[in-house]
């Protein structure tokens, strides 16, 4: 499967890097964080998500900063566009 984009955790920033050959459109990302709750059972964890929206095009090799609301995201969501075409890729953090 080609990947589209990188991603490195500056700790309180993503850097979100085209790693393609080709021109992206940035539409939106979403974060998402593995967070401990209290449960009936004990102790459980929760992922949440925080949305934002980007709007920008990537030529090969440029980047982006998303800033980090919590510490540890555990997945990056992104929704581009390549030419016409929506896509979507997940990316483990």
Not at 77 to 82: E, G, P, R, T
Request: no cysteine; proline share 3%.
């Amino acid at each position: 499967m080609m990947r589209y984009f990188s991603v490195v955790n500056n700790g309180k920033t993503l850097l979100i890097k085209n790693v393609s050959e080709r021109v992206l459109t940035l539409l939106a990302v979403t974060v998402k964080y593995g967070v401990t709750v209290d449960t009936v059972d004990g102790m459980g964890i929760r992922n949440i998500g925080d949305d934002l929206r980007i709007n920008k095009t990537l030529g090969q090799g440029e980047t982006v900063e998303v800033p980090l609301k919590l510490p540890d995201p555990v997945l990056l969501v992104v929704i581009f566009k390549d030419g016409e075409v929506f896509r979507r890729e997940d990316i483990s953090i």
